[in-house]
């Protein structure tokens, strides 16, 4: 199933990304942070903006706040919404908002019984086993989740849905599957790597089939977000193929690079954002 983008019909037109595009243009100019290296760039900041004000939730989580530029995005897009923000560290933020509730505690940990669930909108950006999150988000009743790190197989440094779908497993960076460099066991060593979040949950998962069947029984949608522009090369610098990344098609075309500079120079930060709806 390597080839899966999507499941079910999204709660959105193609058309209405493509017009929203220069609306986020203008609301990307004036982020708090302008330099969000570790966090959300334009392509994945678009998604969830997008997203977020299109399913207009009344409560949104998020999880994995880092420097608070997703906090700040969420309320750009859902004014209205009461905003609980999680995130272990939470001495990282520049961007604190007046009108998000801070826990310092896993999404896990958390009594959700207090607030409907099941028009909330859970988003997940911290780095953890999204199959796990997701079957969390069943026994808590959320119904609607963003996952922003959904990598393909043999990437990235947690369990991705698209993984799971997949059929390929996990295995973390520096276990083998990923053949780390010298640099890069240094860095490990030295706890430089940001991409090694410590794991909440299981780790390391062999390949097979029973992960995405049971997320085709529990899924009435996922839809992978298109990337705002596709580059011929993915972040780890090989060719960005339909059969190694399927990818839906991109919202704009290479042509219209020199209209957007800045989506084009951030295009590489895609990984695949998608949109979960459970089946209530
Ligand atoms: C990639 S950053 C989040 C970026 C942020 N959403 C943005 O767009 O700027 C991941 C964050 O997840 C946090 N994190 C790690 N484990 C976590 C957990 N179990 N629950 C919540 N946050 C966690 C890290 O401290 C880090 O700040």
Redo the contacts with the bound molecule.
Sequence with gaps: MDGLTSIGTAPWSREQITHAVSTFEALYQTRPIQD?S???KSPHMFATWFMAKHLSPSVIVE?????G??TWLLEQACPDAKIIS????LS?REYVSERATYFDR??ADIDWSGIDTSSALAFF????NAYSRLQLCKWFGFRHVIF?DNYPATQGDCYSIKQAFSGAGFEPLGSGRHKETAGQKLARKLNLLPTL??Q?NRVQISPNQHDAAALRRNVEVYREFPPLFKRDETRWGDKWTGTKYATPEPVLPATAKDNHPVFWEEALAYTWICYVMLKG
């Design positions: 969000n570790g966090g959300m999880s994995g706040i880092f420097k530029q997703s999680i995130d272990l560290n990282q896993d999404f950006d911290d780095h953890q922003e979040t410590p909440y």
